[in-house]
């Protein structure tokens, strides 16, 4: 089965500065991935996703790469902000549009 | 468009007992599934339910069960709850063609 994993179970950065969050996976037919954004007390928001057909994918202030070689994804948030603080996820979708997550990077940011 | 809800937002039930949460899907969303998140770790798949049938279930005992209903609505029901069973159950809906999902804030489940 898949599994999904993170690189670093806590990210420090100061604010203004870029943030970037990696992520393992291990089932190579693993076609959809998504980036997840929780914070206290919440469900899971969704940040940004990407299609194993592309490698790189950008949204508003985030930036998602995949690299199908090496099975690894990782997000970019530029100018990280004091709300960027939270914890982040990454997924992995299969067929059937069941996500395996990952065990999370929490981001801190200092003032 | 109103978003996924869930309810109740806290529980605190005795070992051996059932539990049932409830789940409103967003708007136009067919497909629910149901995640168990510890404390710490990531959301773990329980199972998906579209068109009033389960789909897809995860590494979860029968003692999990679940139930969609014709207005996409959903519960989550849990017999013979363990300690372990301590968690943040969380819901999401999606819909037809719709990858990803939309997730609820969840139901704080504590066993005593």
């Known amino acids: 089965g898949e599994s999904v994993g993170l690189h670093l179970p806590t990210l420090s950065v100061q604010e203004g500065d870029n943030s970037i969050i990696n992520c393992a996976y291990s089932?190579?037919?693993?076609?959809?991935f998504i980036w997840y954004k929780q914070e206290s007390g919440k469900g899971p928001q969704f940040i940004i996703d990407?299609?194993?057909?592309?490698d790189k994918r950008q949204g508003q202030r985030v930036t998602v790469l995949l690299n199908k070689t090496v099975k690894h994804l990782s997000l970019q948030i530029a100018a990280t902000q004091p709300g960027d603080s939270a914890v982040y996820f990454c997924?992995?979708?299969?067929?059937?549009?069941?996500?395996?997550f990952g065990g999370g990077t929490r981001l801190m940011v200092k003032p | 468009e109103t978003g996924v809800t869930q309810s109740p937002t806290h529980l605190i039930k005795t070992r051996g007992q059932q539990v049932t949460l409830r789940c409103s899907s967003q708007?136009?969303?067919?497909?629910v599934s149901w995640y168990q998140q510890a404390l710490g770790q990531g959301p773990q798949f329980i199972f998906q339910?579209?068109?009033?049938?389960?789909?897809g279930r995860g590494n979860f005992p029968p003692r999990f069960s679940g139930l969609q209903f014709p207005n996409y609505s959903s519960e989550l029901n849990v017999n013979a709850l363990e300690l372990d069973d301590s968690a943040l159950y969380l819901c999401?809906?999606?819909?037809?063609?719709?990858?990803?999902?939309?997730f609820g804030s969840g139901t704080r489940l504590t066993v005593v």
């Open positions: 999401a809906s999606s819909g037809t063609g719709l990858y990803g999902y939309t």
């Open positions: 089932n190579s037919a693993s076609d959809y």
């Open positions: 990407i299609r194993s057909n592309m």
């Open positions: 997924a992995a979708a299969n067929a059937g549009n069941m996500l395996t």
């Open positions: 708007s136009g969303h067919n497909t």
């Open positions: 339910y579209y068109r009033e049938e389960e789909n």
